[in-house]
């Protein structure tokens, strides 16, 4: 399995973009889709996440009502669509595929694969 993550670049405050994962090979059944960051000198931290099949999109407290996380099936993509993106939403945005549930949905560890992250800037 191979992720390709694109779609990041630099934005003002308020605005948007929409990140893009393209999924290649084949993943093991249910699998899920997440999305991460990690800005400069922190931690990486889990963004949103959404089960392949059935859906069920969860998100961070701090990117709810502004992120919104989706897939189209048939071109084995997920898109991650940032609004409103603040200063603090500067970060690789990284995607992820794995076996998760509902208890490690969060989890980096709980992901197996890995695309090699987009940097999204927001200035001030």
């Known amino acids: 399995v191979q992720l390709q993550a694109s779609g990041g670049g630099l934005v003002q405050t308020g605005g948007s973009l929409r990140l893009t994962c393209a999924v290649s090979g084949q993943p093991r059944s249910g699998f899920s889709v997440g999305w991460f960051r990690q800005a400069p000198g922190q931690e990486r931290e889990f963004v949103a996440t959404n089960r392949w099949s059935a859906g069920y999109p969860y998100y961070a407290d701090t990117v709810k009502g502004r992120f919104t996380i989706s897939r189209d099936i048939a071109k084995k993509t997920s898109y991650l669509q940032m609004n409103s993106l603040k200063p603090e939403d500067t970060a690789v945005y990284y995607c992820?595929?794995?076996?998760?549930?509902?208890?490690?949905?969060?989890?980096?560890?709980?992901?197996?694969?890995w695309g090699q992250g987009t940097l999204v800037t927001v200035s001030s």
């Open positions: 992820a595929v794995g076996n998760v549930i509902a208890s490690t949905k969060t989890f980096q560890s709980a992901y197996e694969h």
